[in-house]
């Protein structure tokens, strides 16, 4: 006889799908259909009926006891991950909420881009959402106003660039908002229809030019000028990007140490490319290598496309095992308005939808340098987020809903694939100095990331021997002073990832700290199989496991034998 009492998948799964209801964002990002015509709740209500959905799926995961292996992990996972968003609800985090990659006002805009536009039907659907923009917008505006009356409100930083993203998709600069462009493109409409999708796009635009102007009138008044978060605010967040509670002056300290080390072996390549050159002089000098350069956004994004579907072609059977549905990878320029930079997507449950890889460049940019990108393709794609991602999205048999589609750590995912670069470097896939200098100045890039964000949040002093104003405690000016002067990634990406770390505390370094974290398991478990062990059988079952916190993944590594 069966037991009465549901048991932690079948509640993991049961929460996936009312979360899904009450967050139509998040539905569509995971790939869960049925709620593309709708946008969230985002006044305060709203956050407060989705922790309250959170807090019940917690309890009843807390008093369900496990029947096997498979629910003890689950359990683990659902309560570490779980728990940390009910913290950041009750510090009144959530409803706060604002930055320059990843928060509402970027979502309600990003979420198109995952939509169907092929018939009719698919903008019909769009119209109905498009029409719920401006209430969803409003929505955002009470939760700040409620925020910044309980005293948080994000630094003026945050404020002003959130506005200037709002107003490029209102079309309020020199070019055309975003909404009125991505409707252009429908076609075989009837002309009412026509109408309505035209009709709700102008609406919506408007809409975020009155969030603009929102920010900019009423919240930026309010708006801190010192963008330090400190440090309280910085362990809950880093807590809940690594999922481990860090030593953050002993991450401070590794991360000087590993620039160190990997700025050592940057000027070994720069000696190969060009002798005694600095390593931006040897950037110089494949910069203007013709071999590295793509003119066109149409040439680049198949520059892209041919890369990843190389990638997913050499790789398979040989190196990792990617099932037929892992295949499909789509490689798109992101529409303009947002953060400079690549991210990706991944598929629905039935791979429907592929995984995407998405770049996102300045919008007057047509001229592409690929020894800089080969290494970040390999990243967003296979061996990296796509293969990571979609594995995880294909273990119906032994993931729960929650575990398959909703647990993405950066620690582990963005760790995995900081882990990927380097891994295809040891497969044979860099052996070019000048791709392989790509890869490790996005190696020592995220490096400088645990050192520059830990150290503006925490405004921790600069040590001696690192050449750098030491003894001075960090700032913005000089957290931007030395991602310009001590890494080669281009100017325009660095002044953007200054205001991204500032925005997002905690999140930068999860890369490099859960790299290091993989490598280090990686290390323990081949110690403890000793000849038997085989690496693409741990690359399989380490990604068969799905996304969770550094410290769940460490004890769940530890038990492969």
Not at 125 to 133: E, F, P, W, Y
Not at 481 to 491: C, H, K, M, Q, V
Request: hydrophobic letters at 40%; proline letters at 4%.
């Amino acid at each position: 006889m069966a037991s009465p009492h549901p048991g932690v998948h079948q509640i993991c799964d049961r929460f996936v799908d009312e979360y899904a209801a009450a967050d139509p964002v998040t539905a569509t990002l995971l790939g869960i259909t049925g709620y593309d015509d709708q946008l969230p709740d985002y006044t305060p209500e709203g956050y407060a009926a989705r922790a309250s959905l959170s807090a019940r799926a917690l309890a009843d995961v807390e008093a369900a006891e496990p029947v096997d292996d498979s629910e003890r992990a689950a359990k683990a996972l659902f309560g570490e991950r779980i728990g940390l968003e009910l913290e950041i609800h009750r510090a009144g985090l959530d409803i706060a909420a604002l930055n320059v990659i990843a928060c509402p006002v970027q979502d309600v805009r990003v979420v198109f881009d995952l939509m169907p536009a092929e018939t009719p039907e698919d903008w019909a659907v769009i119209a109905a959402r498009l029409t719920k923009v401006p209430r969803a917008l409003d929505g955002i505006r009470a939760s700040l106003l409620r925020a910044a009356d309980e005293g948080h409100v994000s630094a003026l930083r945050q404020v002003s660039k959130v506005a200037g993203q709002a107003e490029t998709w209102a079309g309020l600069g020199s070019e055309p908002g975003f909404f009125t462009t991505f409707v252009a493109g429908a076609k075989d409409l009837s002309e009412a229809q026509r109408a309505e999708l035209d009709k709700a796009a102008r609406a919506a635009q408007e809409a975020y030019a009155e969030l603009a102007g929102f920010l900019r009138a009423e919240l930026a008044p309010k708006a801190p000028t010192k963008d330090a978060v400190g440090e309280d605010a910085y362990r809950l967040w880093s807590r809940y990007f690594t999922g481990a509670a860090l030593d953050l002056q002993e991450a401070y300290e590794w991360g000087w140490a590993e620039f160190a080390r990997i700025e050592a072996e940057m000027f070994a390549v720069a000696e190969r490319i060009k002798p005694g050159a600095t390593l931006a002089e040897a950037a110089e000098v494949l910069d203007a290598d013709e071999r590295y350069r793509v003119n066109g956004r149409v040439a680049f994004e198949k520059w892209m496309q041919d890369l990843s579907d190389d990638a997913l072609k050499s790789l398979r059977g040989k190196h990792f095992d990617i099932p037929d549905a892992l295949m499909a990878l789509e490689c798109k320029i992101a529409p303009p308005g947002g953060g400079i930079g690549a991210y990706y997507t991944g598929p629905s449950e039935d791979f429907s939808r592929p995984g995407r890889m998405w770049w996102s460049v300045p919008a007057d940019k047509e001229e592409f340098i690929t020894w800089r990108e080969v290494s970040t393709v390999y990243h967003e794609g296979v061996p990296g987020h796509h293969l990571q991602i979609a594995t995880a999205v294909a273990q119906a048999a032994s993931l729960n809903k929650y575990q398959r589609v909703m647990s993405f750590v950066s620690g582990h995912g963005e760790g995995w694939a900081l882990y990927a670069e380097r891994l295809m470097k040891d497969l044979g896939y860099l052996s070019d100095d000048g791709n392989l200098l790509g890869m490790l100045s996005e190696q020592l890039f995220r490096t400088a990331r645990v050192v520059v964000d830990l150290g503006m949040h925490l405004e921790l002093e600069i040590p001696a021997g690192t050449g750098f104003h030491e003894g001075e405690r960090w700032t913005p000016e000089l957290g931007l002073e030395f991602l310009l002067t001590r890494t080669i990634t281009d100017a325009a990406h660095v002044y953007d990832e200054i205001d991204r770390y500032l925005g997002w505390p905690g999140q930068a370094p999860a890369y490099k700290l859960g790299e290091r974290l993989w490598l280090s398991a990686r290390e323990e478990v081949r110690q403890r199989q000793g000849d038997s062990f085989d690496i693409k059988d741990f690359h399989t079952r380490a990604l068969q496991l799905g996304g969770m916190g550094l410290d769940t993944l460490r004890d769940q590594l530890s038990r492969l034998s």
